[in-house]
């Protein structure tokens, strides 16, 4: 019975393996379906730029085209514009149990968080500022963000960086000094 058990299991394991599987490869399909305009199966760079400012735009709170440090510093990604309330806020979920205050040891570990958030943001920040005026343009952050995906550095995306990417990866091109290849 016990290596019946194990046997069932397994092959549980191994069916929702596969099902994870084949659903990361659809999501890269597709993002590679979406960019992808002339069909050769990779993203080029002038692909890429094609895709518009939808990235930029969703952290850029005053509209001007441009991103400040203060935008992503303050910006809440995947919610829409400004640091506003987000959706689906813990406290909104279980009103029946109090609020507890946190710990002075929990209140520390939030602060490091915090400082380490903003280093790490504005280290980026001032890797997307090419020419150092304290904003980053569109073209910046498109080039910015293309660099970041192409880990092979061969400038074009494939499915599988465009997959990693999707599943909050990020691979050895996140600080490449390089610039997109001009087709």
């Known amino acids: 019975m016990n290596k019946l058990s194990r046997v069932i299991a397994m092959a549980i394991f191994g069916l929702s393996s596969s099902a994870f599987a084949a659903e990361d490869e659809s999501r890269g399909n597709r993002a590679l379906s979406n960019l992808d305009t002339d069909g050769d199966g990779f993203v080029n760079f002038e692909e890429f730029q094609a895709r518009g400012a939808e990235g930029l735009s969703r952290l850029d709170n005053d509209e001007n085209g441009v991103l400040t ?5 303050n910006a809440r990604p995947g919610h829409g514009r400004g640091p506003g309330p987000r959706s689906g806020n813990r406290g909104d979920r279980n ?20 400082a380490s958030m903003t280093e790490r943001a504005t280290a980026r920040f001032q890797e997307m500022d090419r020419d150092g005026n304290d904003v980053v343009s569109l ?15 061969n400038g074009l995306l494939s499915t599988e960086e465009l997959r990693a990417r999707h599943n909050g990866r990020r691979g050895p091109g996140r600080s490449r000094g390089g610039r997109p290849p001009q087709a």
């Open 69 to 73: 440090l203060d935008e992503l510093l």
């Open 95 to 114: 009103t029946d149990r109090p609020e507890r205050e946190p710990s002075e040891e929990q209140i520390a570990r939030m602060e490091e968080r915090r």
């Open 139 to 153: 073209e910046e952050f498109q080039e910015a963000n293309f660099l970041e995906l192409d880990e092979d550095n």
